[in-house]
């Protein structure tokens, strides 16, 4: 069973950081595309960051740019989003997906509906 488990959410203050982690069981991630999402309280899903295959990262929010970065290590299965001088604007529920594609692949889109397998979530909450 193919699965996508997000964690390191939490509670941070502003200026503060977090790295989430999104961990595959059931299938290897070195043949996958990973996006991070976010849904903030009465707004719609946004797409953030996403990593191909070869390690090729694009950022799809200028919100985040400059202040997140997405890296892969396909040896532990996972992927990363690194988050630094967050604010109340980053206040969300965190989401991984994840699409086939080939290992030299360099194609990664910011659009939900590309994406056939999403983790539970993880919620990031910033405040003081």
């Known amino acids: 069973q193919l699965q996508l488990v997000e964690s390191g959410g939490g509670l941070v203050q502003p200026g503060g950081s977090l790295r989430l982690s999104c961990a595959a069981s059931?299938?290897?991630?070195?043949?996958?595309?990973i996006a991070w999402f976010r849904q903030a309280p009465g707004k719609e899903r946004e797409g953030l960051l996403c990593?191909?295959?070869?390690?090729?990262?694009?950022n799809y929010a200028d919100s985040v740019k400059g202040r997140f970065t997405i890296s892969r290590d396909n040896a532990k299965n996972t992927v990363y989003l690194q988050m630094n001088s967050l604010n109340a604007e980053d206040t969300a529920v965190y989401y991984c997906?994840?699409?086939?594609?080939?290992?030299?692949?360099?194609?990664?889109?910011?659009?939900?509906?590309?994406?056939?397998?999403w983790g539970q979530g993880t919620q990031v909450t910033v405040s003081s």
């Open positions: 059931g299938f290897t991630l070195d043949t996958y595309v």
């Open positions: 990593i191909s295959t070869s390690g090729r990262s694009r």
């Open positions: 997906a994840a699409a086939a594609r080939s290992r030299s692949s360099m194609w990664c889109g910011g659009e939900g509906y590309e994406y056939n397998y």
